[in-house]
């Protein structure tokens, strides 16, 4: 399969803090995705982004697939973010399975 | 319905008992996928099912793991002879074919094997 790190593995921010949580994966692929797995253990796709830069409100992804990573970042965080944020990549873009990283724990605090 | 479904949402189970996991996928949805997240750990892949096509079973972990899909609707995921590492949560997802395979996830199975 498709090696996933994510770093940092646990991060700790005051609210209004910005931060970037980091995707390096080992293979050339055609399909990433960001997710945010909130405290009750609901998955929530944040991005489909196999490669460039969206923006969704305070979040915004950029993937660089020729040098194989990806980031997300989290402006003016807040309470309701903490979580653990995955990416997942996979090597086709029709239905394929995901390879998971081990995640970034947030923890945002007041 | 609106989302991806799965039940019971908790299973309790003895160990060498056999377990059945339901997912009801997105309607509209051809892919339907099955992972596993032990706790604290990331999600691993087991199964997966596109239309009419022979699923990917490439990621399940033994024999004693199996399932099935109707059509492009409802999914059951079998675990034979539970085992007490089997305990984990069992997710399940669906995505289309549009061109954004985004994956939707169902609130998962609790299984608990004693």
């Known amino acids: 399969g498709i090696q996933v790190e994510q770093s940092p593995p646990d991060l700790i921010l005051q609210e209004g803090a910005n931060s970037t949580l980091r995707c390096n994966f080992s293979d050339s692929v055609n399909n990433l995705q960001w997710f945010h797995q909130n405290p009750w253990g609901q998955l929530i796709n944040l991005f489909y982004?196999?490669?460039g830069t969206k923006q969704n409100g305070r979040l915004s992804a950029t993937t660089v697939a020729t040098e194989r990573y990806s980031l997300l970042y989290i402006s003016s965080s807040q309470t309701t973010d903490s979580g653990v944020y995955f990416c997942a990549v996979g090597w086709m873009t029709g239905a394929n399975n995901l390879f998971f990283g081990t995640g970034t724990r947030l923890t945002v605090i007041p | 319905g609106a989302g991806v479904s799965q039940s019971p949402s908790n299973k309790v189970t003895e160990k060498g008992k056999d377990v059945e996991l339901r997912c009801d996928p997105i309607s509209g949805h051809t892919a339907l996928y099955w992972y596993r997240q032990r706790l604290g750990q990331g999600l691993e892949f087991l199964i997966y099912?596109?239309?009419?096509?022979?699923?990917?079973k490439s990621g399940l972990p033994s024999d004693r793991f199996s399932a099935e899909r109707t059509g492009e609707s409802v999914s059951t995921l079998t675990i034979q002879r539970t085992q007490q590492e089997d305990s984990a949560v069992y997710l399940c997802?669906?995505?289309?074919?549009?061109?954004?395979?985004?994956?939707?996830f169902g609130p998962g199975t609790r299984l608990l094997v004693l």
């Open positions: 982004i196999p490669s």
């Open positions: 099912f596109q239309g009419n096509s022979a699923p990917d």
């Open positions: 997802a669906s995505s289309s074919l549009t061109g954004q395979e985004t994956q939707y």
